[in-house]
């Protein structure tokens, strides 16, 4: 069987390879050894850090590394239950527990500038960045695609309606705004999302915009239909126009990070 990391593409295979950082399967996607800025990228439920290499090549020829991880039980840490929707808080949170080791981690990469990265995430992967974000970090930027930092809008899903209302309102990221570092942020939803509400991404970023002191360098890319199965597994037709625009966006930001940081 041909494994999810030999089926890259073959420019993108020359510059990556599969590490194991603190227990977390991971994709190094790196051109040499200079250091660069980089984006710590984390997939949705059902999928795997192979799964997006148009992103991963379009982070690599703009000069940004790329570290990729299997979310718990996904990809090469695969478990036939992890993948049921009754399960995302408990890997969204294990997840949002990892970065940190594996951020350690990747300080044995030369080329991985750890003072110009950005921090990305798709539907479960998003829920994980927007959590971490929360706490002290070092993270630059942000990229949320089918995401929420709104959850009162996924107060009766199987995301968290296991919760008590407690447990609910400490964890609902917009109830922790005054921990939210001001940084610059895109987002990317189709309003017509079956599986994420629109207003969960929508919310949120209205009220981080509203907190913010560069609310222009706070986005968020709204579609009506984009073809998408749910209009949530992906962007359909608008999927090379997201990852151009979110690669355009790190690129200005992290680039300019890295020039003005001691």
């Known amino acids: 069987m041909v494994s999810r990391f030999d089926s890259l593409p073959s420019r993108l295979l020359q510059c990556s390879q599969e590490k194991e950082i603190a227990g977390v399967p991971c994709l190094i996607v790196q051109r040499d050894e200079i250091p660069r800025p980089f984006l710590f990228w984390i997939h949705g439920r059902t999928a795997d850090k192979e799964l997006d290499p148009g992103r991963y090549l379009r982070c690599m020829r703009r000069g940004i590394n790329v570290c990729a991880v299997d979310l718990p039980g996904h990809g090469q840490r695969f478990e036939e239950e992890s993948q049921s929707s009754n399960r995302v808080l408990e890997v969204v949170l294990q997840m949002t527990n990892e970065i940190d080791s594996v951020l350690e981690g990747l300080a044995e990469y030369p080329g991985f500038e750890l003072r110009a990265g950005a921090i990305g995430?798709?539907?479960a992967g998003g829920l994980s960045a927007i959590l971490r974000l929360l706490r002290p970090h070092p993270f630059q930027s942000a990229v949320l695609e089918a995401t929420g930092g709104s959850w009162a809008h996924l107060r009766h899903s199987p995301i968290c309606e296991a919760l008590s209302d407690d447990e609910f309102h400490a964890l609902n990221p917009i109830n922790s705004l005054d921990n939210w570092r001001d940084i610059p942020v895109i987002?990317?939803?189709?309003?017509?999302d079956a599986w994420m509400p629109f207003a969960a991404e929508s919310e949120f970023i209205d009220a981080i915009k509203m907190k913010s002191q560069n609310p222009e360098h706070v986005e968020l890319v709204a579609f009506d239909h984009t073809g998408a199965p749910d209009e949530h597994m992906g962007f359909g037709r608008e999927t090379a126009f997201v990852k151009e625009t979110q690669v355009e966006f790190?690129?200005?930001h992290?680039?300019?990070?890295?020039?003005v940081t001691p």
């Not at 987002?187 to 017509?192: C, D, K, N, P, V």
């Not at 992290?254 to 020039?259: G, H, N, R, S």
């Open 187 to 192: 987002a990317f939803h189709s309003r017509h």
């Open 121 to 123: 995430g798709m539907s």
């Open 250 to 252: 790190l690129a200005r």
């Open 254 to 259: 992290l680039v300019q990070t890295k020039k």
